[in-house]
């Protein structure tokens, strides 16, 4: 699988628990009201994971329901993500993921 994250969790693991904290029974969690900051990835770490993974660009961002230009834009920090944003690439690489492993 990968490397291990978050209290010995994969890549893949960590990516579910991010789009799902009840699953992991992690309460401290942004969908529960705590602060999103201290659990929510950052662009550049889904970035990594997507990289990490052998995942396109575009698979992500087409999966994700985003057009090219924001990814670019975002790659290159001209602009900042949205909370909603992080949660669709994040979900995207997740799926992705884990239809890869499926497929191998």
């Known amino acids: 699988m990968g490397a291990k994250l978050c209290a010995g969790k994969t890549q893949l693991e960590y990516i579910r628990h991010l789009d799902d904290p009840q699953k992991c029974g992690r309460s401290a969690h942004y969908k529960h009201g705590s602060d999103s900051r201290s659990t929510m990835r950052s662009f550049k770490e889904i970035d990594?994971?997507?990289?990490?993974?052998?995942?396109?660009?575009?698979?992500?961002?087409?999966?994700?329901?985003?057009?090219?230009?924001?990814?670019?834009?975002?790659?290159?920090?001209?602009?900042?993500?949205?909370?909603?944003?992080?949660?669709?690439?994040?979900?995207?690489?997740?799926?992705?993921?884990?239809?890869?492993?499926?497929?191998a």
């Open 48 to 103: 990594k994971a997507r990289a990490d993974n052998g995942l396109t660009r575009k698979s992500v961002y087409e999966r994700a329901g985003l057009h090219k230009e924001t990814w670019r834009r975002l790659s290159q920090g001209e602009v900042s993500p949205t909370l909603r944003t992080l949660e669709k690439l994040s979900a995207a690489v997740s799926a992705l993921i884990e239809e890869k492993e499926r497929a």
